[in-house]
């Protein structure tokens, strides 16, 4: 550019998009700049790059952190690396970008939100089909509360968990995956034998034994008496019994019938 002896002109620097100017090669830092015309002026603008702050919020600030946040020339690279806590995994950026750790060309102050979710961990449930099972959920997430029933079937009675816990039922926060088993005992039934007359015979047989065991009871007729059957009209003598529960067998005799002969 050019001016005549002493007119007055005005210098504006435009910086381009990522900098900034900072001073003239004579130490002025005005911008725009005026100045009065005594002679051929050579005048140079000096710049810099800018810096950009990248920032970022956390959708659950109990479930992680970020790394790599902060002050980045414009133009540089940035990697920002979400670091889930225990009980918790990444899932997104607030973009919708799913790297982790994830590259970010920097060209502007930027703030990124990072999305982290509750692992889901499983619950194994064990126990004999034949004695009993557990109700309750197989699966919920990190710090859920989840409660677990140990139901007998018939027969049968809950002792303890795996684990020697006797709680039934049993409240657990879930923190990791879990595998419990019910542990379930017979229970035991009393069998009990008596003769409907007792001057008439005797029986043998009472006990506790446990469900589904099998026992024998006998009935034995004093001298002129005969047994004849059980209350349940069964005949067998000696007879062997499966016991499902508290029973009570009562034997019947009969007076025996002999023959006169004249």
Known sequence: NSAKYLDQVTLTVVPNYGYHFTQWSDGNTDNPRSIVITQDTTFTAEFAINQYYLSTSISNPEAGIVIGTGSYNYGTYAELHAASNYGYHFTQWSDGNTDNPRRVLVTEDKTYTVYFDKNTYSITKNTNSEQGYIEGVSSAAYLDQVTLIATPNDGYHF????????????????????????????????????????????????????????????????????????????????????????????????????????
């Open 159 to 262: 002792t303890q968990w795996s684990d020697g816990v006797i709680d039934n039922p049993r409240t657990l926060v879930l923190t990791q995956d879990i595998t419990l088993t019910a542990e379930f005992a017979p229970n035991q039934y009393t069998v009990t034998t008596f003769a409907s007359h007792s001057e008439r015979g005797t029986t043998q047989g009472d006990t506790i034994v446990n469900y589904l065991e099998f026992i024998t009871i006998s009935a034995t007729a004093n001298y002129g008496y005969h047994f004849t059957h059980w209350n349940d009209g069964n005949t067998e003598n000696p007879r062997q019994v499966q016991v499902t529960g508290d029973e009570t067998y009562t034997a019947e005799f009969e007076k025996n019938t002999y023959s006169v002969s004249l």
